[in-house]
T-cell receptor
Framework: ELKVEQNPLFLSMQEGKNYTIYCNYS?????LYWYRQDPGKSLESLFV?????AVKQEGRLMASLDTKARLSTLHITAAVHDLSATYFC??????????FGEGTQLTVNP | SAVISQKPSRDICQRGTSLTIQCQVD?????MFWYRQQPGQSLTLIAT?????????ESGFVIDKFPISRPNLTFSTLTVSNMSPEDSSIYLC??????????????FGPGTRLTVL
């Protein structure tokens, strides 16, 4: 059974600081997704990582994938309050099925 | 990218009743899925909605409890049957479709927030 583990589960940051969220998974996969969820809202797709060594950046967020280590990271640079949300990684397996991590609840404090 | 709508957006139901949730996509898609997000939890895949055949259910989910229809490539329904308070969750429809940034991505609908009393 595929396991996807995120850490930390809760993260409280000061504005302007940097931090990394980690996503470990237990089996091989061709695709890894990062999503953002605001309270009471659906999921917004942030990144799709397709191959080993893939790095994607958008704004203050950068995601990377190491398929050999079965590890993806989401790095936050110079955090701002607007980044406060819950972030999920999800691993795609056969049939395009997604297995989600537990989610990381990020709070950015002024 | 695919635009997904769900109806209803929320509902409050009595235990023992059933609710059918609709998912409509603005383009034809092959892969359509139903997920559940229990309060404060992550998302769990319920089933893959297959067009023209029975849905494929994940471990822990059965057709009698969550019957699914997929009459065409743009529409699906999920029924939550004989509801109990433990069924209180957000139910989300998702599709795999071509995206602006990638050959295909997985998009999620706005969700249906269900409360069972």
């Amino acid at each position: 059974e595929l396991k996807v583990e995120q850490n930390p589960l809760f993260l409280s940051m000061q504005e302007g600081k940097n931090y990394t969220i980690y996503c470990n998974y237990s089996t091989t996969s061709d695709r890894l997704y990062w999503y953002r969820q605001d309270p009471g809202k659906s999921l917004e797709s942030l990144f799709v990582l397709l191959s080993n060594g893939a790095v994607k950046q958008e704004g203050r967020l950068m995601a990377s994938l190491d398929t050999k280590a079965r590890l993806s990271t989401l790095h936050i640079t110079a955090a701002v309050h607007d980044l406060s949300a819950t972030y999920f990684c999800a691993v795609e397996t056969s049939g395009s099925r997604l297995t989600f991590g537990e989610g990381t609840q990020l709070t950015v404090n002024p | 990218s695919a635009v997904i709508s769900q109806k209803p957006s929320r509902d409050i139901c009595q235990r023992g009743t059933s609710l059918t949730i609709q998912c409509q996509v603005d383009s034809q898609v092959t892969m359509m899925f139903w997920y559940r997000q229990q309060p404060g939890q992550s998302l769990t895949l319920i089933a893959t909605a297959n067009q023209g055949s029975e849905a494929t259910y994940e471990s822990g989910f059965v057709i009698d409890k969550f019957p699914i229809s997929r009459p065409n490539l743009t529409f699906s329904t999920l029924t939550v049957s004989n509801m109990s308070p433990e069924d209180s969750s957000i139910y989300l429809c998702s599709v795999a479709a071509p995206g602006h940034r990638y050959r295909y991505e997985q998009f999620f609908g706005p969700g249906t927030r269900l409360t069972v009393l």
